[in-house]
């Protein structure tokens, strides 16, 4: 699941009007899985932005108790 990040410098930021739009949909937590349809993408799609995202310091992924990212599997890319 990934969340807006709280320390983000928006002057410095610039995104596409989908990444906005999924920034949009994330609001206080969201997976990729469930904001694809919402900004009329693919799951593989809203995970690959989602990715951009965290590292750009605009989104970030909520951890688990074992500081894991929490629900992720596994590697997505090999």
Same mark, same amino acid.
């Given at each position: 699941?990934?969340?807006?990040?709280?320390?983000v410098? +928006? &002057?410095?930021?610039?995104?596409?009007? !989908?990444? +906005?739009? #999924? #920034? !949009? &949909?994330? /609001?206080?937590? @969201?997976? $990729? &899985?469930? !904001?694809? $349809?919402?900004?009329g993408? /693919?799951?593989?799609? @809203?995970?690959?932005? =989602?990715?951009?995202? *965290?590292?750009?310091?605009? #989104?970030? *992924? &909520?951890? /688990?108790d @074992?500081?894991? $990212? @929490?629900? #992720? $599997? /596994?590697?997505?890319? =090999?």
């Open positions: 699941m990934v969340t807006r990040a709280h320390s410098r +928006w &002057e410095k930021i610039q995104m596409t009007g !989908v990444q +906005w739009r #999924l #920034l !949009v &949909e994330v /609001g206080n937590g @969201a997976t $990729p &899985e469930e !904001v694809a $349809p919402r900004i993408h /693919g799951v593989t799609a @809203a995970t690959i932005m =989602c990715y951009g995202l *965290v590292r750009s310091g605009v #989104l970030q *992924v &909520e951890r /688990g @074992a500081g894991q $990212p @929490a629900d #992720l $599997p /596994g590697s997505v890319f =090999c």
